[in-house]
C-alpha cells in the first residue's frame, strides 16, 4: 500500500473504528441489563423464569448473524424499519444478553446460601436482599468474564458489515474493492481491532489478578 493510498484512507477508517468502538459499548450496554433481568428473571422462577430460560436457550443457540438478519430484514415486513446501526446495535445486545445471563446467574450462584439466610434473619426482603447482599457479592465472580465477553464482542461487530452498519470492516471491504488492495487493508484493519482491543485484554487480565488475590487474602 502506498503512503499517500494510506493517508487518504486514515480518516475513514477512523471515523469507522469510531463507530466500531460506539456498537460495541451501547450492544455491550444494552446486554448487560438485558442480560441481568434475565438472570433474575430465572432466580424468580415461575413463568416469567420459564420465559428467560425459553429465550436464553434459543439465543444461544443461534448464531449472531441470523439474529441480525431478523432484526434489519425480518422486521421490515411488519412495518419496523431500523437503520443498520440501530440494528446491529439491538442485534448483538439481544444476542449478548442471552451469555451475559448465564455469567450472572452463576456469579448469583456462587454465593454462600448462608448469606442469603443471615439477611432473611434480619427481615430484609427478597429484592433487598438481592440487591444489598447477593449482587455485591457476585460482582467479583461476574466481572472478569463480562470483560472478556466485551473483548469478543468488540470482534464480533465485525460481522455488523453484512447489514452495512457503518463499522470498521464494512469500511475497509469497499477501501479494498476502490483500490485494490485486499490484503493490505485487511492486515491493516486487523492491526487497528488489535489496537482497540489490546487495553481491554490488559483491564481483563487485571481484574482476574486482583480478584484472584483477593480470594486468596480471604482465604488466608
Known amino acids: 500500500m502506498s503512503w499517500q493510498i494510506f493517508l487518504d484512507s486514515l480518516p475513514e477508517l477512523l ?3 469510531l ?3 460506539k456498537i460495541t459499548c451501547l450492544a455491550f450496554l444494552l446486554a448487560s441489563v438485558l442480560g441481568l433481568l434475565l438472570a433474575l428473571a430465572r432466580a424468580a422462577g415461575g413463568v416469567v423464569g420459564r420465559v428467560a430460560r425459553v429465550y436464553i436457550e434459543i439465543v ?3 448464531p449472531a448473524l441470523t439474529l441480525l438478519f431478523l432484526i434489519y430484514f425480518g422486521l421490515v415486513p411488519m412495518g419496523i424499519v431500523l437503520n443498520s446501526f440501530v440494528a446491529a446495535v ?3 445486545g439481544l444476542n449478548g444478553a442471552a ?3 448465564e455469567v450472572y446467574r452463576s456469579g448469583i450462584g456462587a454465593v454462600a446460601s448462608g448469606q442469603r439466610e443471615a439477611a432473611q434473619m434480619i427481615g430484609l426482603r427478597r429484592p433487598q436482599i438481592m440487591r444489598h447482599v447477593i449482587l ?3 460482582l467479583p465472580t461476574v466481572l472478569p468474564p463480562m470483560g472478556n ?3 469478543s464482542l468488540l470482534k464480533d461487530t465485525s460481522i455488523a458489515s453484512l447489514i452495512s452498519a457503518p463499522e470498521l470492516m464494512l469500511r475497509a471491504r469497499d477501501l479494498a ?6 490484503m493490505d487493508y485487511y492486515l491493516l484493519v486487523g492491526a487497528m481491532y488489535l489496537i482497540m482491543a489490546w487495553p481491554m485484554m490488559r483491564g481483563v487480565r487485571a481484574l482476574e489478578r486482583h480478584f484472584a488475590r483477593g480470594r486468596l487474602q480471604g482465604g488466608t
Open 99 to 101: 451469555y451475559l445471563a
Open 177 to 182: 474493492g476502490t483500490y485494490y488492495l485486499p
Open 15 to 17: 471515523e469507522a473504528a
Open 136 to 138: 455485591p457479592q457476585a
Open 60 to 62: 444461544r443457540g443461534m
Open 149 to 151: 465477553y466485551a473483548v
Open 90 to 92: 439491538v442485534g448483538l
Open 19 to 21: 463507530n466500531t468502538i
